[in-house]
């Protein structure tokens, strides 16, 4: 099971996306100074919208950790989301409602896979697809160089990814373990 797929199951609402594959397969992806962020599969219906998403760092090096982080502001907004932004084509900031992650250290590198729901906009009634823009400000690594001493490594971005999502009519039901 991939780290995506993994992150997925580990919450009830979005386990039906690992199980039946269901979503849209987007495999975007963007490097910065080594460290890979990749928008893996995407899913719209009208109660939300889930992007699953990874990140690597360069094979030679020992990661135990990644964070992703939102809109990259030189003087921080106490106000701004701290996780990854959401738009939609009419630059409305969506919200985010869920949020379930896995690592998988015998990746090289390291791989980090998460999860995010964000609710949905207000969509009409019929509509077929609908435009967004997920963006990651910073990505914060944690680098195993010594043993119980771990390396803050950040990577200032931005991670940009723009895409259209077809919209289920219906939507995701949430399983139990």
Known sequence: MSVVDQAFYLDESTRQ??????????????????????????????????????ISGPQERNFSAFLASGVFNEAPDPTRDILPALTDSHGSRLSIIGVAAAFDTD???????????????????????IELHFEVGKIVAYEQVREGEPKVVTITGPFEFSFVLPVEQCCLTPQSK
């Not at 039946?20 to 919208?49: C, H, P, W």
């Not at 390291?110 to 906009?121: C, D, I, N």
């Open 107 to 129: 990746a090289q590198g390291g791989e980090y896979g998460q999860a995010l729901r964000y609710a949905s906009p207000a969509i009409a009634e019929g509509t077929k697809e």
């Open 17 to 54: 996306m690992a199980d039946e594959k269901i979503g849209i397969e987007l495999n975007q992806s963007q490097t910065i100074e080594g460290f890979t962020m990749s928008v893996k599969r995407a899913y719209a219906d009208k109660k939300q919208i889930v992007i699953g998403y990874t």
